[in-house]
């Protein structure tokens, strides 16, 4: 089992679990049917570190997640959403980290750019090692 990762955006940090098999696979699948050739170009992470998909590999993922936001329906954006809100726990003052789906409206209302962030990290917590394992050489 992978290990949770953590990233901090604009003083709020974030951290995601990596989605359970299942669910793992549904998003894979939706996002292929959502963004095709895009989530393709994923594979070329093949084998990247965090680090490495922090640099170059994030305009990769990043620009998969503009394209969801370009070609997704409202509901087809809360199935990849919803379940990686799910998984991740925000870290708030007082020391309360809350499941960010209990408190997603509250926390990303009038912050849809800090959503767009989180959303690209979560993508990029579960989507490196689909990219490393379809990159890999058989």
């Known amino acids: 089992m992978r290990e949770p990762e953590s990233t901090e955006i604009d003083g709020v940090t974030y ?12 998003l894979t699948l939706r996002l292929g049917r ?3 050739p895009t989530l393709a170009e994923v594979t070329k992470l093949a084998g990247a570190s965090k680090e490495d998909v ?9 620009r998969a997640a503009a394209e969801l936001f370009e070609r997704a329906t409202t509901d087809q954006l809360k199935a990849v959403w919803l379940p990686l809100a799910e998984v991740t726990h925000v870290e708030l003052e007082g020391g309360k980290k809350p ?9 990303f209302c009038g912050r ?10 979560a993508l990029e917590v579960n ?5 490393a394992m379809l990159g890999s050489e058989k």
């Open 127 to 131: 989507l490196r090692p689909l990219a």
């Open 34 to 36: 959502i963004l095709g």
């Open 112 to 121: 849809l750019d800090l959503f767009v962030r989180w959303l690209t990290f």
């Open 15 to 26: 951290v995601v679990r990596p989605l359970p098999a299942s669910k793992g696979i549904d």
């Open 99 to 107: 499941k960010l789906s209990d408190v997603f409206e509250v926390h």
């Open 54 to 62: 922090k640099g170059k590999g994030a305009s990769i993922i990043g």
